[in-house]
């Protein structure tokens, strides 16, 4: 025989199994473009000439490791179901006298081709695409620059090899498992086990308890430090839960179905209760994984496009003023700055400055306490607080307010909101809150903190000079906003930070407008990257979806025929099969729901951290990339759903 | 008045591709008497499944006519066929064709569901039936845990539980070993003293022995037929196999 028998046989075999390797093919393009724009942006040369190209690079790179890591499992996934339809065919050519190495060494050619098409059309995609892609990513970004077109050979080679890498893997699976079976078996194909599946109550006590404890924990973490902390917990969780309940608990469900006698020997619920224990057996973990997918995808959106969408806000939180000097005394901080100012030609608009005194503290209680040992790990995070006080004097000063404060009464402004006594003992002296403030203008550093931090405006002075011999740290704050260009904000800032700096080097000038590139950077990188995963989790979706009807088509189409032989009309089968593939169908994307509903706190308590405040725009973004993942799932669904019709009658 | 009257049949395949047209029915008639049984025999690609699928209204002839009581199922509407069918027909096939997802019992029941019945109905026919066919205690297994006799006593039951004017066997003993067929055959012969008229395509001399008329067909025609009468099986198992061997021989046609 000629070595183009092989390579003929290879070919003709990937050619009659179009249907399923066609999807499959184009997976492996569309994951090694993706691999590869995300790599080539990540490794641009041009990134490192952009502030805050670093952080960029960082999160790109993050992408990168994650896209290799899906690609893994989609193109294992779907190469595993490919082989199970083609075992009758391959067992068939072992029947008729190939030997396993033979069989082998087609599946090798075959794997080379899919291997060689994919990389290659899926490379020059990326490369074509990685233009359009970095132009996306500057205007995301909102950097005025342009990243050249360049062609990025580490890229291409990480590409390869991870690829390569990929298939070889499959290659081996494919191949153990054409080297394990019997030629009977391999006849046989997929036709085994169609033995009714047992209820398995205790996967799904194991899932409800792990559901249940995943939930609880989302629902009652209250900190967004123990939300990070406790954020891949509560992940895991989930999903065993949704795992264990997918297999076990909806074949539970259907079985306690059955047996109730009057709901399940009716026309409508016959066919479609014992046709669902069944599908639920073989695709139980094909749904759950949709779910889960479903989720992640979610997740990703919503979060990284609250982020974006409120990354201006946050700006405006962390840098209230155009300029902002932070020092610990003012020195004569004022008269070099309004010396730079009027070189330029500017005023100083919504002027303020004061002192300020803060504390590290303990809070047990409404009691604030100086712990010596608040360095080591024996304090709980959510208990250890920042105070600030501010003199009432200061206060009036900059809010213009006539305020009359006791000596035991203080204004508080309690940054998150979360602090329900109405007295305060700081220090082991107690004070009446007599207002609370809701805001202050403050030099934004507390947004950065993870920790809560209370603003004390009080009147005794007796009592500041005690906290101050405490050691509490005293800062001086100025900000101001000026009527300019940001261009030449941001070269003010620069010249009054250099002289700043000749003062004392530990001087801070910082500036919305310096910092926003910064920002962008974090901010718009990961909602670049959330699209950009959100495309890839979208298409495992698709991906899992698809190769679940074309399986259940094959399988159903016999069960349906005799269905109509003995007296099952075709509209009846028609129905009885769009009940259940629509239950099914949807099951996945109700789940995902309900697990983003009970999610909503907690990844809110997330966001938090990144100093998102505005909790309706975390609805909005929430119930908008719901509604649009729903919509692509409905006109997906509707796609193949008709392609199992096809399949089925 | 005739339970069934066929009339003309004829049918004309054409292949899908190049318009190549075969002719399967050339031309049938026959009648069958309520309470008779009936064998049609012939070799493979005589025209005997096409018959039996024009009758079971699963399949529409070129030209000609069936009367099932009183009424013409050629011209039966879609929409009603499949109730039709379900009310008037009983179905025993060679592959069984019990799904394997159901219990044998709701196998059993799958046409009194589709039909709307209740429960407490379903359950005092299923009884009456499965007591018959002696598989009560096979009733909550499923297809794979029992044996093909058994598997083919509850596609039997499946076909009487409706109470069908009339049963079509599609080569019934065709996956069944001796035993397991001379069962069956005894089985037919019973339901068919109880007055259940059977309609049966088989190729089997033995199975179509215990019919109590045998149609020949070859060529997409009644090529002959044979009564029992008072035959015993043995001498009408002698007498279709020497007219099995004329019609394959070629020999002439005698009535």
């Not at chain 1, 990168?64 to 339809?85: C, D, E, H, P, Q």
């Not at chain 1, 979360?418 to 009446?432: A, C, K, M, S, V």
């Not at chain 1, 669904?637 to 089925?648: A, D, G």
């Amino acid at each position: 025989m000629s070595k183009f028998f092989y390579a003929k046989l290879a070919l003709n075999n990937i050619r009659k199994n179009s249907q399923t390797y066609a999807p499959y093919i184009m997976t492996c393009i569309a994951t090694v473009m993706m691999y590869y724009i995300n790599y080539s942006l990540a490794a641009h040369t041009g990134l490192s000439r952009i502030s805050g190209g670093f952080t960029l690079k960082t999160i790109l790179s993050f992408g990168v490791a994650i896209v290799g890591l899906f690609s893994l499992i989609f193109l294992f996934y779907t190469n595993s179901f490919l082989i199970k339809r083609r075992k009758k065919e391959i067992g068939l050519l072992n029947i008729l006298g190939m030997e396993k190495k033979h069989i082998g060494r087609v599946m090798i050619i075959e794997t080379c081709y899919v291997a060689l098409i994919s990389l290659s059309s899926g490379l020059l995609f990326g490369m074509l695409l990685s233009k359009l892609m970095s132009l996306l990513l500057m205007k995301i970004l909102r950097f005025k620059v342009e990243l050249g077109f360049e062609i990025s050979f580490p890229a291409i080679r990480s590409t390869l090899m991870v690829f390569s890498g990929i298939f070889v893997l499959t290659l081996l699976s494919n191949l153990r498992q054409i080297h394990l079976a019997k030629p009977v078996e391999l006849l046989r194909g997929g036709q085994v086990g169609e033995k009714e599946p047992n209820t398995k109550w205790l996967l799904i006590l194991v899932g409800l308890i792990t559901l249940g404890s995943g939930y609880y924990i989302a629902l009652t973490t209250e900190s967004p430090l123990g939300a990070l902390s406790m954020f891949f917990t509560a992940v895991i969780l989930v999903m065993i839960g949704t795992y264990c309940l997918f297999t076990a608990g909806s074949i539970g469900i259907l079985k306690l179905l059955r047996k109730n006698k009057m709901i399940y020997y009716r026309p409508q619920n016959f066919t479609t209760i014992s046709g669902m224990i069944y599908r639920m057996k073989q695709n139980a973990v094909g749904l759950a994984n949709i779910c889960i997918l479903s989720t992640m995808v979610l997740v990703t959106l919503s979060t990284t496009v609250s982020l974006y969408i409120g990354v201006e806000d946050v700006l405006k939180t962390r840098y209230p003023r155009d300029i902002m000097i932070m020092a610990s005394d003012d020195l004569n901080i004022q008269d070099i700055s309004w010396e730079i100012l009027e070189k330029h030609g500017k005023e100083p608009e919504n002027l303020v400055d004061y002192f300020y005194y803060s504390l590290p503290i303990q809070q047990k209680g409404n009691q604030f306490i100086v712990n010596s040992g608040l360095a080591n790990s024996a304090v709980r995070y959510r208990d250890l607080k920042a105070l600030h006080f501010i003199s009432v004097a200061d206060y009036q000063r900059i809010t213009g307010r006539d305020v009359d404060l006791a000596p035991n009464a203080i204004l508080l402004y309690d940054v998150h909101r979360d602090y329900p006594y109405d007295t305060i003992n700081i220090l082991g002296r107690e004070f009446i809150i007599k207002e609370r403030l809701d805001s202050l203008e403050t030099d934004g550093q507390d947004a950065m903190l993870v920790i809560n931090s209370y603003y004390v405006v009080l009147s005794d002075l007796a009592f500041l000079e005690h906290v101050i011999e405490a050691d509490a740290s005293t800062s001086y704050y100025l900000g101001f906003n000026l009527i300019a260009e940001d261009s030449e904000i941001i070269r003010i800032q620069q010249e009054i930070r250099t002289a700043l700096r000749e003062l004392d080097s530990r001087i801070t000038v910082d500036g919305l407008q310096a910092s926003r590139n910064d920002f962008y950077s974090i901010y718009g990188g990961l909602f670049f990257l959330g699209i950009f995963l959100g495309i890839l989790f979208i298409l495992g979706t698709m991906l899992i979806i698809y190769y679940k009807q074309i399986t259940e088509g094959f399988d159903d189409r016999q069960r349906f025929e005799i269905m109509q032989k003995v007296g099952m009309s075709k509209a009846e089968v028609k129905q009885s099969i769009g009940r259940q593939v629509l239950s099914v169908f949807f099951l996945p994307l109700i789940v995902a729901t309900i697990h983003i509903a009970f999610a909503f706190k907690f990844i809110w308590r997330l966001l938090m951290l990144f100093n998102i405040t505005k909790i309706s725009l975390f609805v909005w973004c929430t119930m908008g990339t719901l509604l649009v993942f729903a919509l692509f799932y409905s006109i997906f669904y509707l796609m193949t759903s008709r392609m199992y019709y096809k399949i089925v009658t | 008045m005739h339970l069934l009257e066929v009339m003309n049949l004829k049918k004309i395949y054409t292949t899908r591709y190049g318009g190549h047209q075969v002719q399967a029915l050339t031309n049938v008639s026959f009648t069958v008497e309520k309470g008779e049984y009936v064998a049609i025999m012939g070799e493979s690609g005589s025209g005997k499944t096409t018959l039996l699928n024009i009758i079971a209204a699963l399949d529409k002839p070129t030209s000609g006519e069936v009367w099932l009581d009183g009424r013409n199922i050629v011209t039966i509407k879609e929409r009603e066929i499949s109730a039709f069918r379900r009310d008037h027909l009983g179905f025993v096939f060679q592959d069984f064709n019990l799904l394997d997802n159901f219990s044998l019992k709701d196998n059993i029941l799958l046409p009194l569901v589709l039909a709307g019945k209740s429960y407490k109905e379903m359950i005092s026919r299923l009884n009456r039936i499965a007591n018959k066919l002696g598989i009560i205690h096979l009733l909550e297994k499923f297809p794979y845990e029992v044996s093909g006799g058994e598997k083919q006593r509850a596609a039997v039951a499946r076909g009487l539980i409706t109470g069908p004017q009339l049963i079509l066997a599609d080569e019934p003993t065709g996956a069944l070993d001796s035993r397991a067929t001379d069962s069956l055959l005894r089985l037919f012969n019973e339901i068919n003293d109880e007055g259940q008229t059977i309609l049966m395509v088989t190729h089997s001399t033995k199975a179509a022995s215990h019919a109590k008329r045998v149609l020949f067909i070859k060529d997409g025609q009644v090529f002959h037929q044979i009564y029992k009468g008072s035959m015993s099986y043995e001498q009408m198992y002698q007498k279709i196999a020497d007219t099995l061997t004329l019609i394959t021989t070629g020999g002439v046609r005698h009535e």
